[in-house]
């Protein structure tokens, strides 16, 4: 029988992952390093689970092959995807996550050659982050072949779970990321804003290093890619001082301390919040003489990336992913998005001047 490892399963999304799984009638096997964690869940869910660290490569590749595909929820990934895509590498398992880190899409997307020749998928990002925004951007591209420049962002209500508090908090080191004449190029935080009206109200957002400065890419082939994130005045003004942060966020103790402080205070969404929430996405597409947009409105994030990734690790298991490094529109077309509850597309028009 096909084999499904969900590794950092009793994380905050890694446990909704799981139970969406179980809705769909596949039982995965529960993976982490916090035996107490794991054999809890695994308990509550009468699941199987592995208790590993990724320290030791001959470890985590005998564990890996035991699967025919690893779904990876541990965040941040930039500490937790190499060690496991090596050894899907040299098992011959396919490999999918929900990061959102462009490095980590950069890094894997390098080892598509040896991907293919192991007969291997890597799909990173079979979340929030990217699947709807992948798909808007082939979408937007499909429809203005000759596009030059492809703007995206999201308009989203709700509190993060702690995996991405700890993520963004990482990411302030680093700065922020657009794409410059097909090359990534690092810019200060909240570098660039612009008013954008995604569909229910206008509201003004900064660029930040999402997922798509690095798939849409690949997904399109525009050459000139910047994603804007919505947010209120004094979060952008708190975004824009936070790089004068990045050495002491160098700091392993500083690390340490946020790290601490996100653990204990941040909880994420609960049940409530994540059904009576929703988020908004919107994309332009220009060539210097025409522009169209879209948008997509689709339930909230945590909801939606449960039922991606698991369907993404569904389809993987049934062999109907292509081998070699993949998006989430390369590996299941343009609509994909559009086949999960909620999600509603406006098609691609050229905007009014308000716009």
Not at 92 to 110: C, K, M, N
């Amino acid at each position: 029988m096909d084999t499904m490892l969900v590794y950092g399963s009793y994380g905050y999304t890694g446990r909704l992952v799981v139970e969406r799984a179980i809705e769909q009638g596949i039982e995965p096997v529960l993976a982490g390093r916090d035996t107490a964690k794991l054999e809890a869940q695994a308990t509550e869910w009468g699941l199987d689970c592995r208790v590993f660290g990724l320290e030791h490569s001959d470890i985590v590749a005998q564990h890996i092959a035991e699967f025919d595909v690893v779904l990876n929820c541990a965040g941040p990934f930039v500490h937790t995807h190499e060690p496991i895509v090596e050894a899907c590498l040299s098992r011959g398992t396919h490999y999918l996550d929900i990061t959102g880190e462009i490095e980590v899409f950069e890094a894997i997307a390098s080892r598509s050659e040896r991907a293919e020749e192991a007969g291997v998928t890597l799909l990173p990002g079979v979340g929030f982050d990217v699947v709807p925004s992948d798909c808007l951007a082939s979408h937007l591209g499909n429809a203005l072949p000759e596009a030059t420049h492809l703007a995206l962002g999201f308009d989203s209500l709700g509190a993060p779970s702690p995996g991405t508090a700890l993520t963004m908090v990482e990411g302030l080191e680093a700065g922020g990321a657009v794409r410059e004449d097909g090359k990534i190029r690092r810019t200060p935080p909240g570098w660039k804003s612009r008013s954008i009206d995604f569909g229910h109200r206008e509201r003004t957002a900064v660029t930040i290093p999402w997922g798509d400065v690095s798939t849409a890419d690949r997904t399109t082939g525009i050459p000139n890619i910047e994603f804007y994130m919505a947010l209120p005045p004094q979060a952008i003004r708190a975004l824009r001082l936070s790089q004068h942060l990045g050495p002491l966020l160098t700091n392993s103790l500083v690390k340490d301390g946020l790290r601490s402080f996100i653990e204990r205070a941040i909880d994420g969404p609960d049940a409530e919040e994540r059904q009576q929430g929703e988020s908004r996405l919107w994309g332009e597409v220009s060539n210097g003489e025409e522009r169209l947009i879209a948008r997509l409105t689709t339930p909230n994030g945590y909801t939606l990336t449960a039922e991606t990734a698991v369907e993404s690790a569904r389809r993987a298991l049934d062999g109907e992913t292509p081998n070699g490094y993949q998006t989430p529109s390369t590996a299941f077309g343009t609509d994909y998005v559009l086949e999960f509850d909620g999600v509603v597309r406006q098609d691609a028009r050229e905007p009014t001047h308000s716009e």
